[in-house]
């Protein structure tokens, strides 16, 4: 057992030890955890909003139970896929701290890769009970894809979803090494994700022009794909060619992650040194 | 009072100066206030587009509401969060005490110690929707309209203001607050719709708990003539009622405190 462990390259040797660590951390933190996540309002308010929409009717195909089956599998989809990276990373960046995780042996995006994904285990571990409750409670449950081919889908949706969430993330906080208003940065960018990425509305409900445009962005890929799945609004034909494009999104936003690390992290000096 | 006048002003200057001092977060404050403008009355167009009235409100009048929502945002990120968050600081690292051996109201000092005028862009932008509201409606309210619209917005001003008070409060006992501002303002993003899209308990806790009806769509009632006096007199006695609660908790609360060396 030890010699096959000790065999393993030691960044995966650390691996359960930082998950075990990024857990604990999630843990100890809890009830601040539990306000952040209900602070994640928007959207029930929209839900709000489209019930009173549809009480006169459906809208662009939309009705009551499609909507409450949109708005909840939205939530459902940012818990599991939401990253805050960033501000961990602009803390750092400007405290100076991220110099302790320069002298470590391993890679420092790794680390903040493992703690999301504890972070990510953590929510999950309240969110999904209780979000599998309001589907029954609002009896919007019969939205739902049953095809285990379509909710496989939806899970690579999720998954790659968490990756591009993620890694976007990461790299809006790597430009803290660069430049001292990364944040404002990260606003713009919650600000064109909230628009375009079919958290605040169903990108059907756009007119034609916007919709088709935020088609084209980023942006979908990294929420309402896997709720669009979810919620049975593309057959397996569909779907399959969208998630391809996701991973080719997930793909280039590595590659730019990596890229802007490794300059960037030259450039660090500037504030520790 | 000629005194707290006084030192007001001091405090508002010395914050200008601090703004100032950041010219590029200027630029970047209009631009996200743009965006913010954009993002939140983007919904409301698509949605409005598609049905001439909803939840009894047409485009101009819930225009009006988001209108409201954008003031009193603009209010609450300009002068109450900055100083909310700068006493809770205070409160941790112990320099409550800098403040309170001051010769003047502590509630006072700590609440008018910090504002962020970039964030009056986005109270403004709240005048312009209504301004553009009412040239959608294609009447203008008249002067008594306004008058009780302009008090509305005073009382809400005073809930918000003792609701935040409150909070800081609350860091007297329990040190880590600061996320409850985030969740403070995620349900505060409830105000932005006319408070009849909401239903059942929803209305009530709107309504009468977390009074986010009277904030938005009550002012906006007002300026189209259609608040009944008495309801109007109702919410402005209630808020006055509140701010007097929440400044005998402070004051309980600053009994309490014992600094954070000792």
């Known amino acids: 057992m030890s010699a096959a462990r000790s065999s393993l390259p030691p960044w995966l040797r650390a691996a359960p030890a930082l998950l075990r660590i990024g857990l604990l951390e999630a843990f100890a933190y809890r009830a601040e955890f539990i306000v952040w996540m209900l602070s994640t309002t928007m959207p029930f308010i929209m839900l709000a909003l489209m019930s009173a929409v549809t009480r006169e009717g459906t809208i662009a195909g939309f009705d009551q139970p499609a909507f409450t089956a949109y708005y909840m599998a939205t939530l459902l989809v940012r818990h599991l896929t939401g990253s805050w990276v960033v501000w961990q990373m602009v803390m750092e960046i400007r405290q100076g701290t991220l110099a302790l995780k320069l002298v470590r042996p391993l890679h420092p995006l790794w680390f903040y890769f493992l703690e999301a994904v504890s972070t990510t285990f953590f929510r999950s571990l309240i969110s999904v009970p209780l979000i599998a409750l309001a589907f029954v409670l609002l009896g919007a449950g019969g939205s739902l894809v049953t095809d285990p081919a379509l909710l496989g889908c939806a899970a690579l949706g999720i998954a790659g979803a968490w990756i591009l969430n993620f890694t976007l993330s990461a790299a809006i906080g790597t430009l803290g090494l660069y430049i001292e208003s990364s944040v404002a940065v990260w606003d713009l960018w919650i600000g064109c994700f909230m628009i375009f990425s079919g958290y605040l509305l169903p990108i059907e409900l756009f007119p034609p022009w916007l919709a088709s445009a935020a088609r084209s962005m980023p942006f979908p890929y990294l929420q309402s794909l896997p709720v669009e799945i979810m919620t049975g609004r593309h057959d397996l034909a569909h779907a399959l060619p969208l998630l391809l494009r996701q991973a080719g999104w997930a793909a280039g936003s590595i590659a730019l992650l990596l890229l802007l690390w490794r300059r960037g992290v030259r450039r660090f000096a500037a504030y520790g040194g | ?262």
């Open chain 2, 1 to 262: 009072m000629s005194r707290y006048l006084r030192l007001l002003a001091a405090q508002l200057r010395a914050s200008t100066q601090l703004a100032l001092q950041y010219r590029v977060d200027f630029v970047i404050g209009g631009v996200m206030s743009l965006f913010r403008l954009v993002w939140t009355l983007l919904p409301v167009l698509v949605v409005w587009a598609r049905r001439p009235e909803i939840a009894g409100w047409t485009l101009g009048e819930a225009l009006l509401v988001v209108a409201w929502f954008r003031l009193l945002n603009g209010i609450l990120e300009a002068a109450v969060h900055p100083a909310l968050v700068a006493v809770i600081d205070h409160i941790r690292t112990g320099t409550l005490d800098f403040v309170l051996v001051k010769p003047a109201d502590a509630q006072f000092l700590v609440s008018t110690a910090r504002f962020e005028p970039w964030r009056v862009i986005d109270a403004l932008s709240g005048v312009g929707i209504a301004v553009y509201a009412f040239l959608k409606l294609g009447v203008w309210p008249s002067a008594a309209q306004v008058g009780a619209a302009l008090a509305l917005t005073v009382a809400s001003v005073a809930i918000l203001y003792s609701l935040a008070l409150l909070v800081v409060s609350a860091a007297f006992w329990v040190v880590r607050l600061d996320n409850l501002i985030y969740l403070f303002n995620a349900i505060f993003d409830a105000a932005r719709w006319p408070s009849t899209v909401w239903r059942g308990a929803w209305r009530i806790l709107f309504t009468f708990v977390i009074p986010l009806a009277l904030m938005t769509t009550y002012p906006a009632l007002a300026l189209l003539g259609r608040l009944a006096l008495t309801t109007g007199l109702a919410a402005i006695a209630g808020a006055a009622l509140f701010a007097v609660i929440a400044r005998a908790i402070w004051l309980r609360a600053i009994a309490h405190y014992t600094s954070a060396s000792s």
